[in-house]
């Protein structure tokens, strides 16, 4: 027989599922009244298949990747979805469940559904909805009609040590915008966000929070995406970061993902200023909580890294130490390291670098601590602070690599 999680606790044929489950060749071994109730229960129970209907209390994007999540030793949880209405398939497909069923005029009409679902018989097989009695697969990518996603994701990330990110992030951004780019720039930082401190930005809530919520709970769209961004100076806008860092677990990364992939759509570049740390932070599993999962999510979306070490001895050695775990995380996507605060000869900088492993094309972005204090001072922009600086001409350089790269 196989083993189901049942949580399907608005559904009218609940009981009689449970009734006549073993006729089906089914053993429902726990029925869940929410999502937490149904995580615990799967966290004991490894092996069984989980249905979930559209109406399960807490059910989002977030509980479906974790429930999903392999256990040690185990393949990945099959997911089926019940649905009582084409309201019903849409939001569960919303929420990446891939197998959908729709429910039958009896009990015992949706249970032969669900077994051949899980068997995989008939064609069940990858998304779409069966209909008891015939599979009915997905759009693919080929016939779907939405906008591809053409956007570009730039991720900014730098060593521990405070070497810059959120001042480059910004110069680029802010770059790429006044060069006629729809930009949006996303706090990521799940240690030190600063983004919205530098530009003045003072809001009610965080925009990256708001839109994390809006993916968990399947109603992202490009409108709702813009309308969580603050306007700077009207041509660019920011999703401001964490209001207290230890609201990090409201970033949970199967939010982040459909974040970055609306991002994609709805702006032309996306420059994602994420934290220094890369660590996996934590294992597999549905109780699974990661800290870097903003910046994992946000370095596995991109299409270029930014990578910012300070031009001093100290800023060198940590890029150079943190460098294996950067590219283990970025593949074969473009790097530049941004030799930010430059000032004299970098030969003995870049040569140092080069003998620890550290090959990349360098931009220099030179020292300038007066536009930057005067900017910070009073929550301003390079565009709107030292407009004829040094650094932010350097800045146009960068952005031109970053797109182009």
């Keep these: 027989m196989i083993k189901l999680l049942l949580a399907v606790p608005e559904l009218p044929q609940e009981q009689g599922l449970v009734a006549a489950a073993g006729d089906a060749g089914l053993h429902v071994i726990r029925r869940c009244v929410d999502g937490v109730d ?27 990747q974790r429930l999903s999540a392999p256990a040690d030793g185990a393949g990945a949880r099959p997911i089926i979805g019940l649905a009582a209405s084409d309201a019903d398939a849409q939001r569960l497909s919303s929420l990446g469940i891939g197998r959908i069923i729709r429910a039958g005029p009896t009990a015992e009409a949706t249970l032969r559904a669900l077994a051949d679902g899980l068997s995989g018989s008939s064609g069940a097989t990858g998304s779409g909805v069966w209909s008891t009695g015939c599979w009915e697969p997905g759009p693919s990518v080929a016939d779907s009609p939405a906008v591809p996603a053409t956007g570009r994701i730039i991720a900014v990330w730098g060593a521990i040590g405070s070497p810059g990110r959120t001042t ?64 700077v100076r009207g041509t660019w806008g920011v999703l401001g970061g964490l209001p207290a860092v230890e609201q990090w677990p409201d970033l949970r990364p199967a939010a982040l993902e459909r974040v970055w992939e609306t991002c994609r759509t709805a702006f032309d570049v996306t420059v994602v200023d994420i934290g220094f740390c890369l660590e996996d932070d934590d294992t597999a599993g549905a109780w699974a909580r990661r800290r870097n999962g903003a910046a994992l999510t946000a370095l596995a979306a991109a299409d270029h890294v930014l990578a910012v070490a300070d031009a001093g001895p100290a800023g060198a050695a940590r890029v150079a130490a943190a460098w294996p ?64 600086s040094r650094i932010r001409a350097a800045m146009r350089g960068l952005a031109a690599v970053a797109v182009s790269g």
């Design 325 to 388: 775990a950067l590219r283990a995380r970025t593949g074969g996507i473009g790097v530049t390291l941004v030799r930010n605060r430059a000032h004299g000869s970098d030969r003995a900088w870049r040569e140092a670098l080069a003998s620890c492993g550290v090959t990349a094309p360098v931009h220099p972005v030179p020292a300038d601590p007066r536009a930057l204090a005067a900017c910070w001072r009073d929550g301003r922009s390079l565009g709107e602070g030292a407009r004829r």
């Design 38 to 64: 149904l995580l615990a229960a799967a966290a004991t129970e490894p092996a069984a298949a989980a249905v979930v209907s559209a109406g399960l209390p807490r059910l989002s994007a977030d509980l479906v």
């Design 168 to 231: 480059v992030a910004a110069g680029v951004a802010e770059a790429l915008a006044e060069a006629g780019q729809r930009v949006c720039l996303v706090d990521a930082d799940t240690y030190a966000p600063a983004v919205t401190l530098a530009l003045g930005i003072v809001e009610e809530s965080s925009g990256l929070l708001v839109a994390c919520r809006h993916a968990d709970n399947g109603s992202l769209t490009d409108d709702v995406l813009r309308g969580c961004a603050r306007q």
